[in-house]
Structures are given as structure tokens and as C-alpha cells.
């Protein structure tokens, strides 16, 4: 690419300024649609996710499920161990694997828990509840526990628990309060009410009662093990892959939240396609639009290349200068078309604080720098084809001698 | 070929079409000329004057018979080493001007160079000034043709015509869309130009008037020169 060839490039362009804003606009407007539709169904993706997967965990690890023992070789009868229904399934050694899973890449959070079935008991109501005992600080790093209280606090003392507030309106429960719980070991105790929570999830905020880790194991009567290992993972639906080197490395059974919900996780990825094809067209529209452009420019200036090339100019310089006017017009207006839509999706709130109605468009995922590097790389391509067709163009019929 | 011949073509023909449709409109033309020399190339519309002048431009190539220039046989380079020798060796005026609408004087002058050499250089603006001054046009030089009368922009023509020192100018009608006074302009530049810088010229006119201004007649009738 000549020096020579800049020059004549850009002052064509300059020497047009209408013409050339007209085009740069076009492809202004389809970059800004590009980073538009990128946004919108990112952020789609994301809410959805928020909302569906956002207070679960990604991947739960626990004993895997063994086949009964064989106990006699296989003959008229065949004798083996029947699975022990009153022993609770439990991760016994469970403090080695958990540095392993803090390693392993896309972790961000992980809480060992006790689980369990008990019901409530307050005066003559009762209710079954799951319980879900926690370690200190590990409150709210699968579902946002402080986040979801309305009332109370997130606090929890050996005594202290925390209820759905679905669950304390069907027994009229308030915080302060003290319910007697006793879990499926035959065990019973007092507990008092510290807050109460809306997670949003309807057998969550009926059922689930969260409390101290040590207070689970006194009550399910597990003095060392626990029951499962619930892992956030980013992004989420990188859960199966990771959930995959977890059963490897820990020996555990990891399951993703794919596997039990995979017409959501098929749904998101059938958006995904949908918005690649929709971004896909909007290149080929800027592609389409700068290639006509760029031929009825060479139509209506063949006097010019005609000359140029009878005084010498090579096929290389009138390539160059053709392809050269193309991409530029392509990275200005990639740019502009970039910088546009950022500064409209500038107000916008972000996906976490999109309320009922509103479009969630998450400025990050946008693909700002993509679209630039795409449609600069797809306005060159496109000026290849009618910048061949200038420099074939016969001097002689063109200045029409 | 003798040493002062700087072109010379014989049994040069051309003809448009092929087979029964084709038509012959170079039929065995014997020509040269040489260093220095300037000359009328006449003849009525259909003669073959524009045809001859693209070939001998390089622009075009004969269908058959010989063409030789500068010692190199025209009739068996490449398109692109015909490109080179037109760009070393040969300057253009037209009866249009052709100059790019988007560049001043100075830079269309320099353009046969530059797109040559890739880029414009000191030297080369240096040398169209050198030419603007002598066709009149030093106080033209930023301004694009548009603003330019007819014959200062024919003048800008052959002051780009002269930018790499050509061995020969071929002007195909180079007065023809100017009036009187500034046809005289035109053609007392050219005589100027050709005695000064010893550069050939072959200028095709259909003008008597411009014809006697040139030391050689040469008449062309039907696809053959009648008088050379």
C-alpha cells in the first residue's frame, strides 16, 4: 500500500464529504444494530440467568450413588448388600476436597453444606421444611440470602434461623419467634427467628430454613461429614465441562444445573444462535451496502482511473486506492457507528436492576471491539471485488478516445 | 532503425471484430520519427488517427505488422512493461484535459510520477512547479480544475504530460475544445516546449491552422498515410 495510494484515497473521500458521510452513516447505522442486538441478547442471556439459575448452584457435589455389593459369587443365588436406607448419605472426608475445587478454573464460590428433612412445629401447625445448615460467611455465596431478607437479620447463631417468608406466612411466623424443628434422625430443638426471607422462588421462600452449620450437625446427627458441596461457577453454562473435571478430581458425584434443566439450558443456547445469525445479517447488510457503493463510484469515475492508468498507473495502485477508500469508510464508520451506541446505552441500567417490562441490554457484552475489528476486516472484503473491476477498466474506453 | 529514430512502426494494422464483422481500420502503416521532431498527424473522422495514436501510446496493441520504440520491440511486451515504458517514456494530451477533479494543478502535474513511484517527492513537486511556471500556470498551482479556465486546464494538461521528461508526446486533438486565442496559447506552448526541451510531439488536428504551426505533415486517409 503506497503513500500515494493514502493520499488519493482520503482526499477523494474528503473531496465528498456528503457522499462520504452517507455511506459512513450506513454502515454507522448497521454497527450500532450489531452492537444493539449483541447487547440485548447478552443481557437476555444474563437476566435469564440471574432469574433462573442466579439463586441455585451451579454444580453440587455428593457421594456418588454406589451399586450394592456383591457378597457371593454369582450362582442359583446371587447375594448382595442391600443399600442401608437409615444411614443419610454423606461426604465423610470431605476437607481435602475442598482446596482441590477452589483451584479448579471458573470457581467463584463454593459452601459445604448439611442438608436435611424436618418439620416445624409452632403450636399445632406444623410444616415440612428442608433444612440447609451453613458455614460462617458461606450465607449468601450461592443464593443472596442478605440480599433477599425482608425482615430481621441475616445473622445466625447456634440458636438462630432463618425462614422463607412464604413458610411464616402460612404458619403467621415473625421474627423473634421460637419454632421447634425435628429433623428425620428423631432429633428436636428450639430455634429463634432472626429474619425472614423472599428469594423469589416459591419452594425455596415455603420450605427452606437456613441455620449454623454446627446447629445442622447436632440436628441430623452428623458429627464429621457433611452432605453436599454446592459450587457457583463463571460462566454459568460452563457448569457441565467443570462439573466433568470435578467428578475426576474429587472422585465425587458432580452434577451441573444443565442436566436438570436442560430445556432452559437448550433454550439459551438456541438464543445465542438466533443473535450470531441476527449480527451475522447486519455485517452482511454493511458488506452488501459498501460493495454497490463502491462499484457506482468506480462507474462514475472510469474517466479518472482511465487516465490514471494511461499515465502510468499500475493495476496494484488502483486496487490499493479503491480498497483502501472502502476500509476506511468501513472504520469510520465502525467507529462512529460504536461509539454512538455506547453513549445510547450509556443511561441504560444494568441487567441486575431491570425491573418488569424493561429491556435488559448489558452494555458489556456488546462486542464493541468485535464489531469495529468485523466490519472494517468486511468493508475491506467487500472493495476487493469492485476494485479488481476498476483496475481492468481499458484506458482507452474509459477517456474515450 | 537509424540513431535519431526514436519510434518506427511498419505494416502496422488493427482491426476492430473478428472474422466477417471485422473491421480494418489500420491497413499497413510504415512510420517513425525522430528525437525532437514535431509533427501534424491529419486526416478527416475515420481516418484512424485516434487508433494510431493508442497504439503508438502503447494503449492498445496493432494486430499485426511491427512496432518498435526506444529499442524495444512493443509488439511482444507484457501489459505490464508496456505499462512501465508509457509511464518512462511517453506523455499524453487529450482533447478533455482528464485531470482529477480532487487534486490542484501542482498535484495532477505530478501525478504520472508519483503514481509511478508510489509516492510524491520533493524533486517531483519541484519539477511541476518548474513546468506550471513555464506553461503560465505558477499562480495556479492550488487550484482544483474546476476553478480553472479551458485553456489553463488544457495547459495543466501538457505541463503533466511533461512530468517524466517523456521522449514523445502524443496530443490527440489538444485544441480542439478551446477557442481560438487559447488553441494559439496551447500551440505556442507546445513549439516552445519542443524547442526548449528537444521532447517530440505528434499532435493529431483536424485544424489547418494548427497543422501549418508543425514542421511535419503527416496525412493519414482510410487506415493509410497518403502523405508523410
Request: charged share 20%; proline share 4%; net charge positive.
Amino acid at each position: 500500500m503506497s503513500r500515494y495510494a493514502v493520499k488519493l484515497a482520503t482526499r477523494h473521500l474528503l473531496a465528498h464529504p456528503g457522499q462520504t458521510a452517507l455511506l459512513m452513516a450506513g454502515v454507522a447505522l448497521g454497527v450500532s444494530v450489531f452492537i444493539f442486538m449483541s447487547a440485548l441478547i447478552g443481557g437476555l442471556a444474563t437476566l435469564l440467568t440471574l432469574r433462573t439459575v442466579g439463586s441455585i448452584p451451579h454444580i453440587v457435589l455428593e457421594m456418588p450413588d454406589r451399586d450394592p455389593a456383591i457378597l457371593a459369587a454369582p450362582g442359583r443365588a446371587q447375594v448382595v448388600l442391600q443399600k442401608d436406607l437409615s444411614r443419610r448419605d454423606q461426604i465423610t472426608i470431605w476437607q481435602p476436597a475442598i482446596p482441590i475445587v477452589e483451584k479448579t478454573a471458573g470457581v467463584t464460590a463454593i459452601s459445604p453444606q448439611i442438608r436435611g428433612s424436618a418439620f416445624v412445629e409452632r403450636g399445632q401447625a406444623v410444616a415440612p421444611v428442608g433444612i440447609i445448615g451453613v458455614l460462617p460467611g458461606k450465607l449468601s455465596v450461592i443464593a443472596d440470602i442478605d440480599a433477599a431478607i425482608t425482615a430481621g437479620s441475616s445473622s445466625l447463631p447456634a440458636d438462630g434461623i432463618l425462614i422463607g417468608s412464604r413458610l411464616a406466612r402460612d404458619l403467621g411466623l415473625r421474627v423473634g419467634q421460637v419454632v421447634r424443628l425435628s429433623s428425620d434422625r428423631g432429633r428436636s430443638r428450639s430455634f429463634r427467628i432472626g429474619g425472614i426471607f423472599t428469594l423469589g422462588i416459591a419452594s425455596a421462600d415455603r420450605q427452606a430454613i437456613y441455620m449454623n452449620f454446627t446447629a445442622a450437625r447436632a440436628l441430623f446427627d452428623l458429627p464429621t461429614g457433611i452432605s453436599r458441596i454446592e459450587i457457583k461457577v463463571q460462566p454459568a453454562t460452563a457448569a457441565p465441562a467443570i462439573a466433568e473435571r470435578l467428578r475426576r478430581s474429587t472422585g465425587l458425584k458432580a452434577t451441573a444445573w444443565t442436566e436438570d434443566n436442560s430445556q432452559l439450558f437448550e433454550g439459551l443456547d438456541a438464543q445465542a444462535r438466533t443473535g450470531a445469525i441476527i449480527k451475522a445479517f447486519s455485517l452482511v447488510t454493511i458488506v452488501v451496502g459498501i460493495a454497490s457503493a463502491m462499484l457506482l463510484s468506480i462507474v462514475r469515475r472510469q474517466s479518472e482511473i482511465g487516465i490514471m492508468r494511461a499515465m502510468g498507473a499500475s493495476k496494484r495502485l488502483v486496487i490499493s486506492i479503491f480498497v483502501l477508500e472502502g476500509t476506511l469508510i468501513g472504520l469510520v464508520g465502525a467507529v462512529v457507528g460504536a461509539l454512538a451506541a455506547w453513549l445510547a446505552l450509556l443511561p441504560l441500567p444494568p441487567v441486575t436492576a431491570v425491573r418488569s417490562g424493561g429491556l435488559p441490554i448489558d452494555r458489556a457484552q456488546g462486542d464493541f471491539l468485535l464489531a469495529i475489528a468485523l466490519t472494517t476486516l468486511a468493508a475491506m472484503l467487500a472493495s476487493i471485488l469492485p476494485a479488481r473491476n476498476a483496475a481492468r477498466i481499458d484506458p482507452v474506453e474509459a477517456i474515450g478516445q | 532503425m537509424s540513431a535519431g529514430t526514436i519510434f518506427s512502426v511498419s505494416a502496422l494494422t488493427k482491426a476492430f471484430g473478428e472474422g466477417e464483422a471485422a473491421a480494418l481500420v489500420l491497413k499497413g502503416i510504415d512510420l517513425a520519427m525522430n528525437a525532437g521532431e514535431m509533427a501534424a498527424l491529419l486526416g478527416p473522422s475515420g481516418s484512424g488517427k485516434s487508433t494510431l495514436l493508442t497504439i503508438l501510446g502503447t494503449l492498445m496493441r496493432a494486430s499485426g505488422g511491427e512496432h518498435e520504440m526506444l529499442g524495444t520491440d512493443l509488439m511482444k511486451a507484457s501489459d505490464a512493461q508496456r505499462t512501465a515504458f508509457r509511464s518512462r517514456y511517453l506523455g499524453f494530451v487529450f482533447q478533455f484535459h482528464h485531470l482529477l477533479p480532487d487534486l490542484s494543478a501542482l498535484e495532477n502535474v505530478m501525478m504520472p510520477a508519483a503514481a509511478a513511484a508510489g509516492r510524491e517527492t520533493r524533486s517531483m513537486r519541484m519539477r511541476a512547479m518548474e513546468l506550471l511556471d513555464a506553461v503560465g500556470l505558477a499562480d495556479r498551482r492550488d487550484y482544483r480544475p474546476s476553478a480553472m479556465s479551458g485553456g489553463q486546464r488544457q495547459r495543466a494538461a501538457v505541463a503533466r504530460a511533461l512530468i517524466n521528461n517523456p521522449v514523445l508526446v502524443l496530443a490527440d486533438e489538444p485544441t480542439g475544445n478551446l477557442d481560438r486565442q487559447s488553441a494559439d496559447q496551447v500551440m505556442d506552448l507546445i513549439r516552445s516546449i519542443n524547442q526548449a526541451m528537444a521532447t517530440s510531439f505528434l499532435i493529431s488536428t483536424h485544424d489547418e491552422h494548427i497543422a501549418a504551426q508543425c514542421p511535419r505533415r503527416i496525412e493519414l486517409l482510410d487506415g493509410r498515410i497518403v502523405r508523410s
